[in-house]
């Protein structure tokens, strides 16, 4: 079956648009997440989903970042207001359950001018 | 600090040596998980251990842990230059989940 997708795979915007990120899960799993991974960093958790519904949303950055997960399935994240410190590796998974393997998307990669 | 840390940062090794990175965590986990990312691909999961496990193996792959003192390691075994990449220890505390800064391992044919 086909694995977690993302799109756009790149994406470059000014600063000060609003951006609309998409992802995939594998069909069938409950748990999705968002990270985001700039340049030779490691990952940073943003959010989870379990189901339609995230139930801590502490780890967005700021009030501009927000997502949505629709269906069970699909889940977008969205950047308003865009920042040049945005710019990363949007990086999304999904699981069959929250805690268990997570299978890793393409990634969006983001520039922020 | 961050939940997840990784030791060594960079590893350089011949191909056929074994590769030790570990893993240190500081909250109670339900489990484990190493990941891989090699340079320009994505993330790839290698093994999941649970609270209640010791060990578990995985191929050339062996995974050790210690709820005790909060650690992990991970070791491949018989190295080749493919398994060049950057290693991450994930764990989850709560409603998040954490992946550490990885360990970068350089397999020299």
Known sequence: ?113 | SQQGEEDPQALSIQEGENATMNCSYKTSINNLQWYRQNSGRGLVHLILIRSNEREKHSGRLRVTLDTSKKSSSLLITASRAADTASYFCATDTGNQFYFGTGTSLTVIP
């Open chain 1, 1 to 113: 079956g086909a694995g977690v997708s993302q799109s756009p795979s790149n994406k470059v915007t000014e600063k000060g648009k609003d951006v609309e990120l998409r992802c995939d899960p594998i069909s069938g799993h409950t748990a999705l997440y968002w990270y985001r991974q700039s340049l030779g960093q490691g990952l940073e958790f943003l959010i989870y989903f379990q189901g339609n519904s995230a139930p801590d949303k502490s780890g967005l950055p700021s009030d501009r970042f927000s997502a949505e997960r629709t269906g069970g399935s699909v889940s977008t994240l969205t950047i308003q207001r865009t920042q040049q410190e945005d710019s990363a590796v949007y990086l999304c998974a999904s699981s069959w359950e929250w805690r268990e393997t997570q299978y890793f998307g393409p990634g969006t990669r983001l520039l922020v001018l």
